[in-house]
């Protein structure tokens, strides 16, 4: 099974802030990469599919980078409704299985 | 576009059988490259995989919940269904149906809104 670890657990930023969240594999896969956002009482949205490709209607301040292992989703200069919790998702083509990070609170500083 | 819609019980007692559908609109089920998918949300807590019904019918489960998950599609419905047996306070969640698609790196969109499944007697 693949785990993802995301860092930090908390980011605390202030808007127009460049927030940068990290996702690491346990394992390599590939660019198979996905971010989500996630508000209060809502259910996730995606951002970021294939590691650096922009979800359909995401804005352009959210960009993704990294394959492999290594993955960075970067909010460019924050505005009020960016903050709320974000995940990253991957699909192992081993074991069919989805796994998923176990978030990043961004919190208004 | 294609929107999902669960439905089902929102109070289920100890030991007793979860069971959810989805309905899926804005497009046909039976399309190639999906993977209908189940997924909760413990209150407060992360996103966690329960599996899901690739569109040949297919299934694949979280190895932590296999022994009592069963997923099923009704083309003729364009639903597909969640059915968890043996339930505790512990599957208490909000659970979510999504679809995960081939085309875009394995990548779960759309999600349905979310049911809250309440395991108490």
């Known amino acids: 099974e693949i785990v993802l670890t995301q860092s930090p657990a908390t980011l605390s930023l202030s808007p127009g802030e460049r927030a940068t969240l990290s996702c690491r594999a346990s394992q390599s896969v590939s660019s198979y990469l996905a971010w989500y956002q996630q508000k209060p009482g809502q259910a996730p949205r995606l951002l970021i599919y294939?590691?650096?490709n922009r979800a359909t209607g995401i804005p352009a301040r959210f960009s993704g980078s990294g394959s492999g292992t290594d993955f960075t989703l970067t909010i460019s200069s924050l505005e009020p409704e960016d903050f709320a919790v974000y995940y990253c998702?991957?699909?192992?083509?081993?074991?069919?299985?989805?796994?998923f990070g176990q978030g990043t609170k961004l919190e208004i500083k | 576009q294609v929107q999902l819609q669960e439905s089902g019980p929102g109070l289920v007692k100890p030991s007793q059988t979860l069971s959810l559908t989805c309905t899926v609109s804005g497009g046909s089920i039976s399309s190639g490259g999906y993977y209908w998918s189940w997924i909760r949300q413990h209150p407060g807590k992360g996103l966690e995989w329960i599996g899901y019904?690739?569109?040949?019918?297919?299934?694949y489960y979280n190895p932590s919940l296999k022994s009592r998950v069963t997923i099923s599609v009704d083309t003729s419905k364009n639903q597909f269904s969640l059915k968890l047996s043996s339930v505790t306070a512990a599957d208490t969640a909000v659970y979510y149906c999504a679809r995960g698609s081939d085309s875009s790196g394995y990548s779960i969109d759309p999600w349905g809104q979310g049911t809250l499944v309440t395991v108490s007697s």
């Open positions: 998702q991957q699909r192992s083509n081993w074991h069919f299985m989805y796994t």
């Open positions: 019904i690739y569109y040949s019918g297919s299934t």
């Open positions: 294939d590691a650096s």
